[in-house]
C-alpha cells in the first residue's frame, strides 16, 4: 500500500500541472517514474516548481525519476 495514492498527489500540484499530466496520460506512479524530469518540464503546464513536490511523492512510494 502507497503512502500517499496518486489522487492526493495530484491535489499537491497547481491544476495546470494536474491537466497537463492527466493529458499525457500519466495516471500513476509507475508512468511518472518511467519518465525523466526532461520529459516532464517540456509538458505544457508543468513547471520547474512543480518538480520538488513530484520528487517527494514519488519517494514517498519508493520511485524516482527515470535517468
Known amino acids: 500500500m502507497f503512502l500517499i495514492d496518486y489522487q492526493e498527489f495530484l491535489a499537491k500540484l ?3 500541472a494536474q491537466r497537463a499530466l492527466l493529458h499525457e496520460k500519466v495516471n500513476s506512479f509507475e508512468k511518472l517514474s518511467s519518465l525523466t524530469e526532461k520529459q516532464v518540464l517540456s509538458f505544457h503546464g ?3 516548481s512543480s518538480l520538488p513536490v ?3 511523492c514519488l519517494r514517498a512510494v519508493g520511485l ?3 535517468a
Request: no cysteine; charged share 25%; proline share 17%.
Open 64 to 66: 524516482t525519476f527515470a
Open 46 to 48: 508543468i513547471g520547474p
Open 14 to 16: 497547481s491544476r495546470p
Open 54 to 56: 513530484m520528487k517527494d
